[in-house]
C-alpha cells in the first residue's frame, strides 16, 4: 500500500540509495526526469543485457525499466531482491512476466499512448510501401537499375482496409486509411460494431474480414491461451485471404504462423506482406524467418513502429514519471498489474487502510487457525469509495502476522488465493454504530478457541467479529467478538476477559504493577447484552483492554491468567 511504499522508499533512502536499471535504450529525457526528481538514485543504463546476465544483475534495484527487447522472466523477478516498479517505455508487456510480477508484489506500468501515432504511422508507410514497392525500387535504383515495369504497382483508393485489432492504433491506423480514401473493415471481438461504425467502421467476423479486404493489418494484442492472439492468422485463414491480398503486421511477431506466411507467399496467394515484428527479434537462427526477411515480396523493418523521436520522448516520460510516483509511495497512472486509485481517493482511505490492516493483526492474533470466508462489510460515506485498497490491506493485515508473505495492492488477491481466504464485501451508505464503520465478520468460524477463550474446558470463547471506525484521523477498535470496548490498535495491549464486576481493573493493575509493566491506556469493553441492557442469568463477562509500553512476558501472562477471577488473557502487537 501507499504507506508501505513510503516506508520502503523512505527506509531506502534512509538506509540505502535508490537503485534504477534501464536495460534498453531510452530517450534522454526520461533519464533526465529521473535524475531532476530523484537526485540521490543511482540510474545505471545498461542495453543488451542476456536474460542470464539481467538475472546476474538486477540483484537490490528498485526500479526497472525496459522496451521490448529485455525479456523480464519470472527467474529474472525472482533474482530481485528490491524491486518495487517494472517501467514499460511503450505499450505491450508480452516480454514481461507480470504474473510474476504480481505475485512479488511488483508494479509493472507501461505507456498506453506514448506511441500510438507513431505505430499507427509506420502501419500506413508499409500500406504505402507493398502497394508501390517503395522499397525495392530503392534497392534498385541504388543497385543502379532503371526497372520501372517490375515495380508497377496498385491504388489504395477504394480499396478494402481489414482492422484487425481495433484499438488504439488500429484506430489510428483506420482514420488514417480512410484519409487515403480507402474503405474500412474490421474484426475485433471487444468493440460494439455500433461505435466502429460512428468511425466509419464496418465491424465483420474474422472470415468475412479475410475473404473481403485488399489489404489487411494486424493491431491485436499478443495473448496467449485458448481465446489468445497468438497463431491468430495460420495457414487457415491466410487460405481464406483473397488472392493478390496484402498483409501488415506491426503489431506482434507472434499473432502470425510465419512458416504458413512464408508457404503462402510462395505459392503466391498473397501478394505481399510487410512486417515490423517477428517471433523473434533480433532474429539470429529462426530459418523461416531468414528466408521472409529475404522475399522480394517481404518488406521488413527491426521493429520500428513506435520508433520516433515525438513518442520516444513520450514514452520515456511518461514511465520516468510512474517510476517516481511508485517509489514515492504512491500509485502510477497506468499500472498494467494493480487498480488505478487515484492519490485523492487514497488520501481519504489511507487511515482506514491502516484500521483494516490492523484489524486483521487483530484477528489473527485473538482467533488462531486456518483462514476460510470473511465477510468485509462498509457503513457510513466510506461505503462510496472505490475500497479494493482496503480489502488488501485486510489481506496484509490477515496474513503478515502469520507468514512472511509481503502482501500489497499488487498481489493481494493472488496471495489470499493461495490461502484459500475468500472475502466477501458488503456496503451500505447507511451509518451503523458509527458514521462511518468497518466491520469484520468471520463466516465460516473455524471452530478453534480463542486466545481469550478460559482454560481447557472452561469455556470456548470464539471472536467472530471485529468492528472499527477512525476518528479524528485515528483508527479505533469499537467491537471485539461481544464486547465493546473502544481503543487505538498500536503498540502492545493486552486483552483481559474478566467478569465484570468492582476491583478488577485495581487487581490487574496491581499485577501488571508488581511485574513492572507501565499502563499508558486502558478500557473496558461491556459485553453486547450489558450494553444493550438485555436480560442476563449469570454473572457479565467484560473485556479490558490495557495499552502497555513493553510487551509483558510469558511468566507475567501466566500470573495474571492464573489470577482468580480473570477468565482468558493474551497479549496482541500491532
Ligand atoms: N510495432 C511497434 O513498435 C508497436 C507500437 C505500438 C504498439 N504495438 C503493438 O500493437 C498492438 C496494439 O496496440 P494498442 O495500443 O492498439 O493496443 P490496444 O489494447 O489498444 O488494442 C488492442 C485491440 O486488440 C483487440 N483484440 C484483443 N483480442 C483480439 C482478438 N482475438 N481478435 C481481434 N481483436 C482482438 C482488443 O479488443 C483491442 O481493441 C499491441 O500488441 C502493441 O504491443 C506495436
Ligand atoms: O508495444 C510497443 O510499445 C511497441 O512494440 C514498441 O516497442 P519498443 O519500445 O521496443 O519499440
Not at 537526485?39 to 542495453?47: G, H, L, N, S, T
Not at 482506514?352 to 486456518?370: A, H, I, N
Not at 502482501?407 to 493481494?412: C, G, T
Request: charged share 20%; hydrophobic share 45%; with cysteine.
Amino acid at each position: 500500500m501507499a504507506e508501505a511504499h513510503d516506508r520502503a522508499a523512505d527506509t531506502a533512502e534512509a538506509t540505502q540509495t535508490i537503485k534504477i536499471l534501464i536495460t534498453d535504450r531510452i530517450a534522454h529525457e526520461g533519464i533526465d526526469l529521473l535524475r531532476a526528481q530523484l537526485p540521490e538514485a543511482q540510474i545505471d543504463e545498461r542495453p543488451g543485457l542476456k536474460p542470464e546476465q539481467l538475472k546476474a544483475a538486477i540483484g537490490d534495484y528498485h526500479a526497472l525499466i525496459v522496451r521490448s527487447e529485455t525479456q523480464v522472466t519470472a527467474e529474472v523477478l525472482a533474482a530481485a531482491t528490491n524491486l518495487k516498479i517494472v517501467g514499460r517505455a511503450g505499450v505491450g508487456v508480452d516480454n514481461i512476466d507480470t504474473e510474476a510480477a504480481t505475485r512479488q508484489g511488483i508494479i509493472v506500468v507501461n505507456s498506453p499512448t506514448g506511441n500510438i501515432i507513431a505505430a499507427a504511422e509506420h502501419s500506413i508507410a508499409m500500406l504505402m510501401s507493398l502497394a508501390r514497392h517503395v522499397p525495392g525500387a530503392n534497392a534498385s535504383m541504388k543497385a543502379g537499375k532503371w526497372e520501372k515495369s517490375r515495380f508497377l504497382g496498385v491504388e489504395v483508393r477504394n480499396k478494402v482496409l481489414g482492422v484487425v485489432g481495433l484499438g488504439k492504433v488500429g484506430m489510428a491506423v483506420a482514420r488514417r486509411a480512410q484519409g487515403l480514401e480507402m474503405q474500412i473493415i474490421a474484426f475485433d471481438p471487444f468493440v460494439a460494431p455500433e461505435q466502429a461504425r460512428k468511425n466509419g467502421v464496418t465491424m465483420l467476423s474474422l472470415e468475412e474480414l479475410l475473404q473481403q479486404a485488399d489489404f489487411i493489418t494486424l493491431h491485436t494484442s499478443l495473448t496467449s491461451g485458448p481465446n489468445g492472439t497468438r497463431g491468430l492468422i495460420g495457414e487457415h485463414e491466410l487460405s481464406l485471404m483473397k488472392p493478390g491480398a496484402r498483409l501488415i503486421n506491426c503489431a506482434r511477431g507472434g499473432l502470425i504462423d510465419e512458416a504458413a506466411l512464408l508457404k503462402a507467399l510462395e505459392e503466391k496467394h498473397i501478394a505481399g506482406a510487410a512486417l515490423d515484428v517477428f517471433s523473434q527479434e533480433p532474429i539470429r537462427d529462426n530459418e523461416t524467418l531468414k528466408q521472409l526477411v529475404a522475399h522480394e515480396r517481404v518488406i521488413v523493418t527491426p521493429h520500428l513502429g513506435a520508433s520516433t523521436e515525438e513518442a520516444q520522448i513520450g514514452v520515456a516520460t511518461d514511465v520516468a514519471e510512474q517510476v517516481v510516483t511508485v517509489l514515492r509511495g504512491d500509485f502510477p497512472r497506468a499500472a498494467v498489474n494493480a487498480p488505478l486509485i487515484l492519490s485523492e481517493t487514497l488520501k481519504i482511505l489511507q487511515p482506514y487502510m491502516s484500521l483494516v490492516e490492523k484489524m486483521g493483526r487483530l484477528y489473527t492474533q485473538l482467533q488462531p487457525g486456518p483462514l476460510s470466508k470473511i465477510e468485509l462489510s462498509y457503513n457510513g460515506d466510506i461505503a462510496n469509495y472505490d475500497l479494493r485498497p482496503l480489502q488488501a490491506a485486510l489481506i496484509k493485515g490477515l496474513l503478515e502476522s502469520v507468514s512472511d508473505a509481503h502482501v500489497n495492492m499488487v498481489n493481494a488477491q493472488v496471495i489470499a488465493k493461495e490461502w484459500g481466504l475468500e472475502i466477501v464485501e458488503q456496503k451500505s451508505s447507511t451509518p451503523a454504530e458509527f458514521a462511518n464503520q468497518v466491520t469484520l465478520r468471520v463466516v465460516s468460524t473455524n471452530g478453534y478457541a480463542s486466545s481469550l477463550a478460559g482454560k481447557a474446558g472452561t469455556d470456548n470463547e470464539q471472536i467472530e467479529v471485529l468492528s472499527g471506525t477512525v476518528m479524528h484521523g485515528i483508527p479505533r477498535i469499537v467491537r471485539v467478538g461481544r464486547y465493546w470496548p473502544e481503543f487505538v490498535p498500536e503498540g502492545y495491549i493486552l486483552f483481559c476477559r474478566n467478569p465484570d464486576q468492582p476491583g478488577m481493573i485495581g487487581r490487574v493493575g496491581g499485577i501488571l504493577g508488581k511485574v513492572n509493566v507501565n499502563i499508558h491506556r486502558m478500557d473496558v469493553g461491556p459485553s453486547t447484552r450489558k450494553r444493550h441492557h438485555t436480560q442476563q442469568d449469570s454473572p457479565d463477562v467484560a473485556l479490558m483492554v490495557i495499552s502497555v509500553d513493553d510487551p509483558i512476558p510469558n511468566w507475567a501472562l501466566d500470573e495474571l491468567s492464573k489470577t482468580g477471577d480473570i477468565i482468558g488473557v493474551t497479549m496482541v502487537k500491532f
